[in-house]
């Protein structure tokens, strides 16, 4: 079993996407990045973004979906052959 030890794009790929959804939220978020199964060649990531805890009510669906739309777009700018899997994760979340 291979281990993938190709880290090309995935560190731009976090830049543009934690701009891009600082922009949609503020600074109240983070971004990781990673392959999402290394030991397979199939080009996917997990991008998990980590949102403040939006109190007494819900996110936004228009802002989830415009999350997800930007990762999809920073993907195809930074890393184009590779399909990102989006977790969206609130501070608030109990897991």
Do not use: C, F, Y
Request: hydrophobic share 40%; proline share 2%.
């Amino acid at each position: 079993m291979a281990t993938r030890t190709k880290t090309d794009g995935l560190d731009d790929l976090h830049a543009k996407v934690l701009e891009s959804v600082r922009d949609l939220v503020g600074k109240e978020a983070d971004v990781d990045v990673g392959w999402l199964d290394e030991s397979t060649d199939r080009d996917e990531v997990l991008v998990q973004v980590n949102l403040a805890d939006p109190g007494e009510s819900t996110w936004d669906q228009d802002v989830t979906n415009a999350i997800r739309t930007a990762v999809r777009t920073a993907t195809a700018e930074i890393m184009p052959s590779v399909v990102a899997t989006t977790r969206l994760v609130s501070s608030g979340d109990d897991g």
